[in-house]
Each structure stands twice: as C-alpha cells, then as structure tokens.
C-alpha cells in the first residue's frame, strides 16, 4: 500500500501547524469568520446543521488495519463515537468542536491521513474500484493509477481555484463499480493489442444537472495520463463559467461548448503539455506500483468454507450475498454491510472499525477499503477464513446479509445533518429497510439498489439508483420524489422521474408499491427489476403509484 | 404589496462547539429557543440581527428564523428548525440529548 515519503510527511506537518495557528487566531478574534471559513474548508472543516464536520479522505478507499482504528480513536475521544462512510469514499465527523480539530488532523497524519481538498473548488478526493487488486475481472489494479493523480493534484498550483469542485473516479475492469460514468473525468483501465491504456471519460456528473459522462479519448496510452488530465483540467479552469456556480462544473462547459471543440482544445493543450512531462512521472508511477503488489497468497484447501455453507444456513445467505469473485484462486472478497436493518446507512462506531480493522490485520492482510455504496471491503480473505471472520462479523453486529439488496441503500446525511439539506433522507432508509425485513421480501426481490439525497446536490446518488428517492421541502413540509430506472454502472443511466412526490409518512409505502409492481410483472424470478424495468417502462409503475390518475385517465 | 411580517428569533451556531444557539432578549446566546427574544416587527428583527451578527468571537452565520410565539415560548414554524432545536432524528443526540 502506498506510504508516504518524507516530503510527504514534513508537507502534512507543516500544513497542519499552518491550521493550528489559523484556529488560533480565529478563536482570539485576530480573524473574522469570513477570513477563516475558506481556511477552514480548505482542511475539510465545514459547519453542518448542529455542529462542525470533518471530512476526511480515504484515497481510492484503501485503508490499512493502523488507519482504521485511529479512524476508531477519532470517533471516540473528540467525537460522538461514530464516523459516517459516503458516497465519495471519505469519512465524516460529525460532532468536532473547534478548538479540537487540529489535535484531530494530526492524529490523522500520523498514520499518513488527511482531509485536504475534501472540500473546495479544486481536484477532490480520487475515488477507485472498492474491489481493486482483488476483483476477477480487473485487467490492472487502478490504484497505483488513484495515487499518481492524487500526487499530481495535490496542491497544484494551477487547479486550487477551478471554477468548482471536480471529481475523478478510476476502474480497472469493464464492469463500473466506480460509478466513473458520473464524475468529471472518470478513468478506466484498458488494453489494447497487449498496450496499457487508459479510456477516457468527461463531464459526467449528478447534481442538479445530472449527466452522464462521454468518451472523449477511446485510448490513451498510459504514459500520457497526466499530461490528458492535466489539458483537461487546464481546458475546464479556462472555458468553465464563474458568474454561475450552477453553471461551473466542466459537465456544462463540455455540453455548452460540445465536445468536439473541448477536445479540440484540450488536445492543442495535450501537445504542448506532453514534453513538459518528461517521464518524471512514469517513473513515479513505477515507484508507486512497488507499493501496491498483491499481498502474499497462500495456497491452501477450501473445505472449511465448503462444510459451513452446507451445515450452516445463515452462513450461506450471508456468503451467497456478501462475497465476490477474488482473481487468486482460494480467495474471497468480502463486503462487510454497514447497513443493518433499522441503523443508519454508512455509519461505524468506533468499537466497530476496531473490530473491522482487527479482522483484517487476522484473515485480510491488512487492507480495508470503503466502497461508495458505504460499506467496507476486506478485499483478499482465505476461504478457509470465512466461518470464522463470519462468527467474528455477527458478534458485531456486522454480518447483515444484504449486499446489493432493498436494504443495501445508499443515504446521504440529509436534513438529520447537513445545512443545505432540503429533507431528511437517513430515517427514510431506515424505515424503507425496517419495512422489507418485516416483510421477508429482501431476498426474493434479488438485486435491487435504492438511494436517498436530502437536496438537488445528489450526494445519495439518487439519479442512479434503480429507485432513486430525492427529499424536498414544499412549503414547509418533507416531500419525496421518485425516479426509476437509474444506473450507475457500465450501462449508466439516470432515472425518470414517475410524477409528484410523496409525504414522509407515504414513501415507504409508495417504494413498496413499485416493488410489488416488480414482483407481480416480472417474466421470472431471474429477472431483476432493472430489467423488468427496461422492458415494461415507467407506465406500469406509474399507474400503480397514482391510481386516480390512471382511473381518470 | 409587501408580506405581512411573520415573528422571529435571531440563531446562529456557536463559534467553539457549533450548537445551535438563540439570541436573548437582554443581548446573550442561550442554547435553550425557549429563552429566545421573539420579534415581532420588521425593524426590530433587522436591528438585532445586526446586533447579533457582529458577536463574532462567540458565534457564526447568524440569522432571523420564523416562529409561532406560544404560552412556552418560540415554536419552529418550519422542519428545518425544529430538527435544529432538537438534533438529529437518527439518534438521540444534540439539544434533545442534553435537556
Ligand atoms: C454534509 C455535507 C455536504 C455538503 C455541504 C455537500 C455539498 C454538495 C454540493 C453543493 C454538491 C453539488 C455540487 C455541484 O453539482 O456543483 C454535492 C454533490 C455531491 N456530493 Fe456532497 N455534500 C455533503 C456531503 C456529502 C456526503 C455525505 C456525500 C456522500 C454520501 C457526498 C457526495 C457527493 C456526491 C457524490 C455529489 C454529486 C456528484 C457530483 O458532483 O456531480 N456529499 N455535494
Ligand atoms: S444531497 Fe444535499 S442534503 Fe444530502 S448531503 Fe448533499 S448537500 Fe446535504
């Protein structure tokens, strides 16, 4: 895994000292909260609802086992004792007080953590594959990939004052788990006639103008990704409107200027960057590869794993929904699912990261990732491991079943939180969970993925979900609208909207409306509801979620 | 034609722990909206938002929220408020955790 050198770790220090002084003066008078609050958010400190909240970053969503438990010391010494995993693979507190934050960035320094540029008008965290280095289907671990660009974008002189935030997402395989096809410029790892390359893809974004990324570069040899990017970049930071800030991000810049005349320009910006580059960064990225060699494999019987699945039935559903294929033969991804019925969807107490990142020091080579669905990972597990990292999960409370399932959602903090929500979206999950474990239904519905934004800004994702739920406020009262049919993988799509929205005390049963729908036109169990909802369209659901109308009709 | 005013409370976070905090009728910050000045005209709101904003060193961002003056004091008119006087829904938390 990467670790850091020692530029890297004189940079954190001093950048954290420059913020303890920064806080200093602000609690002394000697700022004015408007001299301090871009200094605050450019350490990742905003102010929510009911507190402050830090956001830290988890690079591509790897952790080590030392990373996560200081996560856990976190949580618990100046925090509630919990920490909230989003959609964009960081972890956010959301009780610090602000005398403590800066004991907090270093102690997230001294295991090589920090929250720069998680918030801001500049390159953000580099989101990857959860499943990276592990997945069977992974033409290259995207990772190595993640930290070239996050050490090329880091503090770059040239893009801490884009026109708004921006956001890369990289994949090493063809099938999408990094929704690539919704960020500003999402990178996936491919080969060509034995070449590596990378395809290219730009101006995808959600928000309140959601849009699905396009290809701008088919293939692009690897050695000039960052000279690509950097033209790119430097094309949005030239073209990208400022005098509207809904307006600024490069997915309207591509549109408005259409992309055959964005990738004129930035192709122009291409050739003169490229010779600047030099190779300095080829061999960086060689370097960098060094950290992220596969842990040593072991070579052992499976039989273990083979003997629990048949004597044990809540071992089987829980490894029929919660592992994925692994490349080494013997191996098993597993999901750990933060999403128990009923709790709040991508939380962790502390005592719970602990657990997670013990597991993963005993069964997982150390590593954990966080995955933008707002789960965690422990990419390389021994089959033979499995009951027992099973018991040790269910001791915790960690073992739900549920991956990929109703009760998988992904929920954004929501009004419960956020300053700019416009509803909540966590109780929603929650009751929409709660209703479908009542219900015994989670299993015979198979894959199905629901996601919750509180506002416009889409941090829920809520326009690619299968059934995505947007809270808004009508005239003082929480309202939810429905989309149907959104996708955030290779086939991404965004979803259409079925009509008005409902009240808080309807969604539950309007969502249950549409799964049964699902259920009662599906042509067989085998067929999900996204392709029920493919084939059938939004009439039928339609129909049965405003019934009047279909009977005026 | 201008809209009828509706009653008031300056709010604001604290500056050191971020709490939702009120402002009181004799010019202090109390974490409790039921200790709140409510104001019921248009020039007096403006003028203690003034007042209040410029306590910078003990609070940020403040603002004029609606309330329903009631026998107990100010009652949100609005969700957003209430959750603010109460804390989180998803767990028993801030304000409602304290009382
Ligand atoms: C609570 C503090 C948060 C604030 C103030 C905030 C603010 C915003 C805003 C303003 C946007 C829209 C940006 C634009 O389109 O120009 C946005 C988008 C987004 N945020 Fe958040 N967010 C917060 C928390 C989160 C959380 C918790 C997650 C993950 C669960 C998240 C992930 C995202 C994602 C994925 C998008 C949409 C992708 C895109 O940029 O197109 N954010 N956020
Ligand atoms: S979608 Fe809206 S409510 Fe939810 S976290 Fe983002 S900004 Fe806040």
């Given at each position: 895994m990467y670790s850091y050198n020692e530029f890297d770790t004189a940079f954190l220090a001093e950048r954290n000292a420059q913020f303890r002084s920064q806080v200093e003066r602000r609690i002394d008078g000697s700022l004015t909260e408007d001299e301090f609050r871009p200094l605050r958010l450019m350490n990742g400190l905003y102010l929510q609802l009911h507190a402050y909240m830090l956001r830290v970053a988890i690079p591509y969503g790897t952790l080590r086992s030392d990373q996560m438990r200081m996560l856990a010391t976190i949580a618990e010494k100046w925090d509630k004792g919990y920490g909230h995993f989003t959609t964009r693979q960081n972890i956010q507190y959301n009780w610090p007080k602000l005398p403590d934050v800066p004991d907090i960035l270093d102690a997230l320094g001294s295991v090589q953590l920090h929250a720069i540029q998680t918030s801001g008008n500049t390159i953000r965290n580099v989101t990857a594959d959860h499943f990276a280095g592990a997945a069977a289907d992974e033409v290259a671990d995207p990772r190595p990939i993640a930290e070239l660009l996050r050490q090329w974008s880091t503090d770059h002189p040239e893009f801490q004052f884009l026109p708004r935030k921006f956001k890369f997402a990289v994949t090493g395989a063809d099938a999408d788990r990094a929704v690539i096809r919704a960020h500003d410029i999402g990178i996936q790892l491919v080969e060509k006639d034995g070449q590596r390359g990378v395809r290219v893809f730009v101006g995808g974004g959600l928000g309140r103008t959601p849009v699905i990324g396009k290809v701008i570069r088919d293939f692009l040899p690897e050695e000039d990704l960052l000279p690509y990017s950097e033209a790119i970049v430097a094309t949005y930071n030239v073209l990208g409107r400022r005098d509207n800030k809904y307006k600024a991000r490069i997915k309207i810049t591509v549109n408005e200027n259409g992309l055959e005349t964005f990738k004129e320009l930035t192709e122009k910006r291409f050739a003169e960057l490229k010779p600047l580059f030099g190779g300095v960064d080829q061999k960086m990225l060689a370097e960098i590869r060094t950290m992220f060699a596969p842990p040593a494999f072991r070579n052992a019987p499976t039989h273990a794993y083979d003997a629990a699945r048949e004597a044990d039935p809540v071992f089987r559903a829980w490894a029929d929904t919660n592992l994925a294929e692994h490349r080494q033969e013997g191996y098993a991804i597993v999901s750990i699912s933060l999403k128990k019925h009923g709790e709040t969807p991508g939380d962790a107490t502390a005592d719970q990261m602990r657990a997670m990142a013990d597991l993963a020091e005993t069964y997982a080579h150390d590593e954990l990732r966080i995955s933008h669905e707002q789960n965690v990972i422990l990419p390389h597990v021994h089959k033979s491991d499995l009951p027992a990292l099973h018991a040790a999960l269910k001791d915790q409370g960690l073992a739900t079943a549920n991956i990929g399932l109703v009760s998988d959602i992904i929920a954004c903090p929501g009004m419960d939180y956020c300053a700019l929500a416009t509803a909540r979206s966590i109780p929603v999950a929650q009751e929409i969970a709660n209703r479908f474990d009542e219900l015994k239904l989670e299993h015979e519905i198979g894959p199905l993925k629901i996601k919750i934004s509180g506002c416009i800004n889409a941090c829920g994702h809520h326009h690619v979900g299968h059934i995505g739920i947007l809270g808004l406020d009508r005239a003082g009262v929480e309202n939810y609208q429905i989309t149907l049919g959104g996708d955030g993988t290779e086939d991404a799509a965004i979803g259409q909207r079925t009509g008005p929205g409902f009240a808080y005390d309807e969604i539950t049963g309007a969502i249950e409306t549409i799964i049964k729908t699902y259920l009662a036109l599906r042509d067989s169990e085998d067929e999900t509801y996204l392709a029920a909802y493919k084939r059938l369209g939004v009439a039928p659901f339609k129909a049965a979620l405003y019934p009047e109308k279909a009977n005026a009709a | 034609m201008a809209r009828a005013f509706t009653p008031k409370v300056v709010t604001g976070n604290a500056l050191l722990e971020g709490d939702v905090v009120y402002y009181t009728a004799q010019g202090t910050w109390t974490?409790?909206?039921?200790e709140a000045q409510v104001l019921s005209d248009q020039a007096a709101a403006d003028l203690r938002l003034t007042e209040a904003a410029s306590d910078q060193s003990l609070i940020v961002g403040a603002y004029l929220a609606d309330m329903a003056p009631s026998d107990t004091g100010p009652e949100p008119t609005h969700f957003r408020e209430e959750f603010r006087r109460t804390g989180p829904s998803n767990y028993f938390h801030g304000k409602q955790a304290e009382a």
């Open positions: - | 974490r409790n909206l039921a």
